[in-house]
C-alpha cells in the first residue's frame, strides 16, 4: 500500500451501504408504502398472550432498526430483548410467531426469514413500522434478516431458534472448507521426486448457514490440496476415486506438459486408482482441476486446486501466505434458501451461479476462517479462480497490492501499486502488500453484486494505530 494517503475501510463500506439503502429507500417512497403511525407495543416472551392484533400469536416480539458500531443492525425493544443487537429469537415448535420491526434508522428495511416463506413489506422513513406472522412448523435454527441489497451483509441478521434448536441435516452437513493457511511452506534443496496421492471424494457439505449441497472434492476440501514443487521437479500423481462415487473423476494440471495436462491418462472409475507423472517445466501459480464430463459440472462442484511451481531459487520469504480459490455453485433453489440443495443444470449452461464462493462455502473466510495478521507484516496471496465460468476483479478493500505477478507469471516483473486485479477463470494471480493499518480488510471479487452471494474473505490486522497513514473513528451509534 502507499504512504500518506488516506485509505478508506469500514468507511466506504458504511458510506456505500448507507448510499445504497438512501437510493433504494428514495424508490420505496412511491413504490413501497410505509406503514405509518402504527403504535409499536413492547416485545413478549415466548408463549406470551396476543394482546393486540394477532390474538392467536404465541411468540411475538419487537425489532427496530438501528445503526451501531458502523454496522446496520436489529436492536430488541422490551422485554428481555431490550436492547439486545441482532437478539436471538426463540419460539416452540409450531408458534405462530409475530414480528413487529420499527425503522429507527430513517433508510429502507424489512425483516425477511425465507425458511418460512415470511417477508415483510419495505419500509422507509424513522418510526415506520411493519409486521409479519408466520408459523415457526420446523424445529431448527433460522437466519432473519434486512433483505434490502447489502444490509444483511452490513450486519442485519439474527437467528430464529425453533424448539430444540437441535439442527437440521442441513446444519449439521460437515465444513468443506479449506483453510487460507493450509498450504505447505517452500520446497527445499535441488530438483527431486514429489508424490502426490489425491483422493476424489463426494461429500454433502455445507454450503452456506442452514443449506446443504453434495460437493465433489480433491481430498475433502474445498480446494483441493496446495501442491508446491520446484522448477525441474518431477511429480509422480496418484489420482484415487473412492469406491462411494457416484462418477469417474480425472485431473488436469495446467502446469503439465502433455495431454489433457493428465486428464488423457487420469479417468478413473469409482473404486479405481490411476497413476502419471510429469516434469514441471515451467514456472508459475497454476489451476488444476477435475476435467471428466461434463467437465463445468466438475468444477462447479469444487473440484479445483493450485499447483506452484516455484521458479529457480524459489519465492521471498513473507510473514503469510494465503490459500485463495474463487467458484460459482448453481443450485436449484434461490440463494439463502435453506435445506439441501441440488445442482441446476439450466443455471450453469446460462451461467447464472445462485452462489458466489471463496474456498467453497458462504462464509468460509469470514465467519469460519478469517485469515489473520500484525501491522508491519507482509502478506502474500495465491489466489486462483476454478470457476467454471466467472472472471473475477480481485481487489482487497482497504488495501493495495504492493506487488501482482499478473497472471500468476513468476517470471516477469511484477506489477507495482495495483487496486484490482484480473484473474481469468482457469487462471490464478500471485499477489503481495505490507501492513500498516489494523482493522479488517475484505477481499472481494470488485463484481460486487457477488458480495451478496456469498463472495466474501476478511484479513483481520491486529496491531498499534498508525494515525500517520490512517487517523479516523469508526462510526459509533448514531441515532440519526
Ligand atoms: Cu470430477
Ligand atoms: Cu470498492
Same mark, same amino acid.
Given at each position: 500500500?502507499?504512504?500518506?494517503?488516506?485509505?478508506?475501510? %469500514?468507511?466506504?463500506?458504511?458510506?456505500?451501504?448507507?448510499? #445504497?439503502?438512501?437510493?433504494?429507500?428514495?424508490?420505496?417512497?412511491?413504490? /413501497?408504502?410505509?406503514?405509518?403511525?402504527?403504535?409499536?407495543?413492547?416485545?413478549?416472551?415466548?408463549?406470551? &398472550?396476543?394482546?393486540?392484533?394477532?390474538?392467536?400469536?404465541?411468540?411475538?416480539?419487537?425489532?427496530?432498526?438501528?445503526?451501531?458500531?458502523?454496522?446496520?443492525?436489529?436492536?430488541?425493544?422490551?422485554?428481555?430483548?431490550?436492547?439486545?443487537?441482532?437478539?436471538?429469537?426463540?419460539?416452540?415448535?409450531?408458534?405462530?410467531?409475530?414480528?413487529?420491526?420499527?425503522?429507527?434508522? *430513517?433508510?429502507?428495511?424489512?425483516?425477511?426469514?425465507?425458511?418460512?416463506?415470511?417477508?415483510?413489506?419495505?419500509?422507509?422513513?424513522?418510526?415506520?413500522?411493519?409486521?409479519?406472522?408466520?408459523?415457526?412448523?420446523?424445529?431448527?435454527? @433460522?437466519?432473519?434478516?434486512?433483505?434490502?441489497?447489502?444490509?444483511?451483509?452490513?450486519?442485519?441478521?439474527?437467528?430464529?431458534?425453533?424448539?430444540?434448536?437441535?439442527?437440521?441435516?442441513?446444519?449439521?452437513?460437515?465444513?468443506?472448507?479449506?483453510?487460507?493457511?493450509?498450504?505447505?511452506?517452500?520446497?527445499? *534443496?535441488?530438483?527431486?521426486? #514429489?508424490?502426490?496421492?489425491?483422493?476424489?471424494? &463426494?461429500?454433502?457439505?455445507?454450503?452456506?448457514?442452514?443449506?446443504?449441497?453434495?460437493?465433489?472434492?480433491?481430498?475433502?476440501?474445498?480446494?483441493?490440496?496446495?501442491?508446491?514443487?520446484? /522448477?525441474?521437479?518431477?511429480?509422480?500423481?496418484?489420482?484415487?476415486?473412492?469406491?462411494?462415487?457416484?462418477?469417474?473423476?480425472?485431473?488436469?494440471?495446467?502446469?503439465?506438459?502433455?495431454?489433457?495436462?493428465?486428464?488423457? #491418462?487420469?479417468?478413473?472409475?469409482?473404486?479405481?486408482?490411476?497413476?502419471?507423472?510429469?516434469?514441471?517445466?515451467?514456472?508459475?501459480? %497454476?489451476?488444476?482441476?477435475?476435467?471428466?464430463?461434463?467437465?463445468?459440472?466438475?468444477?462447479?462442484?469444487?473440484?479445483?486446486?493450485?499447483?506452484?511451481?516455484?521458479?529457480?531459487?524459489?519465492?521471498?520469504?513473507?510473514?503469510?501466505?494465503?490459500?485463495?480459490?474463487?467458484?460459482?455453485?448453481?443450485?436449484?433453489?434461490?440463494?439463502?434458501?435453506?435445506?439441501?440443495?441440488?445442482?441446476?443444470?439450466?443455471?450453469?449452461?446460462?451461467?447464472?451461479?445462485?452462489? @458466489? #464462493? @471463496?474456498?467453497?462455502?458462504?462464509?468460509?473466510?469470514?465467519?469460519?476462517?478469517?485469515?489473520?495478521?500484525?501491522?508491519?507484516?507482509?502478506?502474500?496471496?495465491?489466489?486462483?479462480? *476454478?470457476?467454471?465460468?466467472?472472471?473475477?476483479? @480481485?481487489?482487497?478493500?482497504?488495501?493495495?497490492?504492493?506487488? /501482482?505477478?499478473?497472471?500468476?507469471?513468476?517470471?516477469?516483473?511484477?506489477?507495482?501499486?495495483?487496486?484490482?486485479?484480473?484473474?481469468?477463470?482457469?487462471?490464478?494471480?500471485?499477489?503481495?502488500?505490507?501492513?500498516?493499518?489494523?482493522?479488517?480488510?475484505?477481499?472481494?471479487?470488485?463484481?460486487?453484486?457477488?458480495?451478496?452471494?456469498?463472495?466474501?474473505?476478511?484479513?483481520?490486522?491486529?496491531?498499534?494505530?498508525?494515525?500517520? /497513514?490512517?487517523?479516523?473513528?469508526?462510526?459509533?451509534?448514531?441515532?440519526?
Amino acid at each position: 500500500m502507499s504512504m500518506n494517503r488516506p485509505t478508506y475501510l %469500514y468507511g466506504i463500506i458504511v458510506a456505500s451501504l448507507l448510499l #445504497v439503502a438512501l437510493v433504494a429507500g428514495c424508490q420505496g417512497i412511491s413504490g /413501497v408504502p410505509a406503514v405509518l403511525g402504527q403504535q409499536p407495543e413492547a416485545a413478549h416472551q415466548p408463549g406470551s &398472550e396476543g394482546t393486540n392484533s394477532s390474538e392467536n400469536a404465541e411468540a411475538q416480539f419487537t425489532l427496530k432498526t438501528a445503526i451501531s458500531d458502523g454496522k446496520m443492525v436489529f436492536v430488541g425493544v422490551g422485554g428481555g430483548l431490550e436492547g439486545l443487537v441482532n437478539p436471538e429469537l426463540q419460539v416452540q415448535d409450531g408458534d405462530v410467531v409475530q414480528i413487529t420491526l420499527i425503522n429507527g434508522d *430513517g433508510a429502507l428495511h424489512d425483516i425477511t426469514l425465507p425458511d418460512f416463506q415470511a417477508a415483510s413489506e419495505q419500509i422507509t422513513g424513522k418510526e415506520s413500522t411493519t409486521q409479519i406472522t408466520f408459523t415457526a412448523g420446523i424445529e431448527g435454527v @433460522f437466519p432473519y434478516f434486512c433483505s434490502v441489497p447489502g444490509h444483511r451483509q452490513a450486519g442485519m441478521e439474527g437467528r430464529l431458534v425453533v424448539g430444540t434448536g437441535n439442527p437440521t441435516a442441513a446444519a449439521e452437513a460437515p465444513s468443506i472448507v479449506r483453510p487460507a493457511t493450509d498450504l505447505p511452506g517452500l520446497t527445499a *534443496g535441488p530438483s527431486t521426486t #514429489v508424490h502426490l496421492d489425491l483422493e476424489t471424494v &463426494e461429500l454433502e457439505g455445507k454450503l452456506a448457514d442452514g443449506t446443504s449441497y453434495t460437493f465433489w472434492t480433491f481430498n475433502g476440501k474445498i480446494p483441493g490440496p496446495f501442491v508446491r514443487v520446484r /522448477v525441474g521437479d518431477r511429480v509422480a500423481v496418484t489420482l484415487k476415486n473412492d469406491i462411494l462415487s457416484t462418477q469417474n473423476h480425472s485431473v488436469d494440471f495446467h502446469a503439465v506438459t502433455g495431454p489433457g495436462g493428465g486428464a488423457a #491418462v487420469t479417468q478413473t472409475g469409482p473404486g479405481q486408482e490411476t497413476r502419471f507423472s510429469f516434469q514441471a517445466l515451467n514456472p508459475g501459480l %497454476y489451476v488444476y482441476h477435475c476435467a471428466t464430463p461434463s467437465v463445468a459440472h466438475h468444477i462447479a462442484n469444487g473440484m479445483y486446486g493450485l499447483i506452484l511451481v516455484e521458479p529457480e531459487g524459489g519465492l521471498p520469504p513473507v510473514d503469510h501466505e494465503f490459500y485463495v480459490m474463487q467458484g460459482e455453485i448453481y443450485t436449484q433453489g434461490a440463494y439463502g434458501e435453506g435445506g439441501k440443495q441440488e445442482f441446476s443444470r439450466e443455471k450453469m449452461m446460462a451461467e447464472t451461479p445462485e452462489y @458466489f #464462493v @471463496f474456498n467453497g462455502a458462504a462464509g468460509s473466510l469470514t465467519e469460519e476462517h478469517p485469515m489473520k495478521a500484525r501491522v508491519g507484516e507482509t502478506v502474500r496471496i495465491f489466489f486462483g479462480v *476454478g470457476g467454471p465460468n466467472a472472471v473475477s476483479s @480481485f481487489h482487497v478493500i482497504g488495501e493495495i497490492f504492493d506487488r /501482482v505477478y499478473d497472471q500468476a507469471s513468476l517470471t516477469s516483473t511484477p506489477l507495482t501499486n495495483v487496486q484490482t486485479t484480473l484473474v481469468p477463470a482457469g487462471g490464478a494471480a500471485m499477489v503481495e502488500f505490507s501492513l500498516d493499518v489494523p482493522g479488517r480488510y475484505i477481499l472481494v471479487d470488485h463484481a460486487l453484486s457477488r458480495l451478496e452471494r456469498g463472495l466474501a474473505g476478511y484479513l483481520m490486522v491486529d496491531g498499534p494505530d498508525n494515525p500517520q /497513514v490512517f487517523e479516523g473513528t469508526i462510526q459509533g451509534d448514531s441515532g440519526h
